[in-house]
């Protein structure tokens, strides 16, 4: 097993003026070993961002605690110096240009790479000596990606940086992201809401949502966790009978169910002669199962007022894939 580098437990953030009422962190406790990337998933707004702002020191937790690298990380240089986080609204000097933020860069990450930083650069095709400001916002992530790439910091977080850059660069990215590890291994942290295109990066999920952990398992385990039924609604129904239903749709008499679980061949078996189709579930698809279903087991009004927009954010997930 590897070294533990992260510990967070009760983690629990409330914002002044916050229209509801409802924390941004309600108790979030986890752990991240080292030299694995994790995926933190999760809706916009789900805590993401709070939580990566309190793991770096940017930000202040109401209540819990929060080691890294076994140490309270705030106003601490020895943690700091071992962080990089690059977050989709970096701000930089208004007169610097992407060298200066290199240059920046290298002066603060003792594992800096400039060679690194300058053939990213080439494939990102980044103007050097346009001055940020001036930037186009795909060419502002694409600084941002470079950064986290080459400072080869033990610790490295991505918050949705690289949403600026269109899909060919972000597989670009994706793409470096996995070579560059292959070969330094660190421990590398993503945060998304595109789920399926960094589904097949990731080694670790952590799901997050209302500010609540609902999901933290390796990868690999989650993909075969869930079965998708479709069929003849009543044969669907006989068969999935007991089982955890993680979300059910109806289309007439047809019905696709997904179920909690692993089938047995036995099971798949009795699935076919019923004329009954299973597919696999992908790590998107279960996310978003499994975030509805917690809005549809959360009995207060609250849950049930959150359904509706709960349903659109499918959609728009979905549409991602």
């Known amino acids: 097993m590897s070294a533990e ?32 990337i994790y995926g933190l998933l999760g809706r916009n707004g789900a805590g993401k961002t709070t939580i990566m702002s309190i793991l770096t020191a940017q ?19 020895r943690v700091l110096n071992r962080i990089c986080f690059i977050r989709e609204s970096q701000k930089y000097p208004d007169d610097f240009n992407a060298n200066h933020a290199f240059k920046a860069a290298a002066l603060f990450f003792d594992n800096w790479d400039q060679s690194l930083a300058m053939r990213l650069a080439k494939d990102f095709q980044l103007p050097l000596k346009r001055r940020i ?7 502002l992530s694409a600084v941002g990606v470079v950064i986290g790439l080459a400072s080869r910091a033990e610790l490295t977080f991505f918050d949705e940086p690289y949403l600026g ?45 209302q500010g609540r952990i609902i999901m933290d398992d390796d990868a690999e385990s989650l993909r075969g966790s869930a079965v998708a039924v479709a069929g003849q609604a ?18 007439g008499a047809l019905a696709s169910v997904t179920i909690d679980g692993v089938l047995s061949a ?10 009954l189709e299973l597919a696999p579930v992908s790590l998107q698809q279960l996310v978003v199962r499994r975030t509805i279903k917690g809005a549809v087991d959360d009995g207060s009004a609250d849950g049930a007022a959150r359904q509706g927009t709960k349903q659109g954010d499918t959609a728009r997930m979905e549409a991602t894939r």
């Open 5 to 36: 580098i992260i510990r967070v437990d009760g983690l629990t953030k409330h914002y002044r003026g916050s229209g509801d009422g409802a924390p941004a962190l309600d108790g979030v406790s986890f752990s991240i070993e080292a030299d694995k």
């Open 59 to 77: 930000g202040f937790a109401t209540a819990g605690s929060v080691r890294v690298f076994g140490q309270n990380p705030y106003e601490n240089e």
């Open 133 to 139: 400001k001036k930037l186009s916002r795909g060419q």
């Open 165 to 209: 850059l269109d899909a060919v660069a972000r597989q670009l990215f994706y793409d470096r992201l996995v070579e560059d590890y292959t070969e330094y291994p660190r421990t590398i942290v993503l945060s998304s809401h595109l789920i399926d295109e960094v589904a097949n990066l990731l080694e670790h999920v952590i799901v997050i949502d």
């Open 234 to 251: 009543a044969r669907v129904e006989v068969f999935t009978a007991g089982r955890t239903v993680i979300h059910r749709e109806g289309f």
């Open 266 to 275: 036995g099971e798949r078996a009795e699935a076919a002669e019923l004329g």
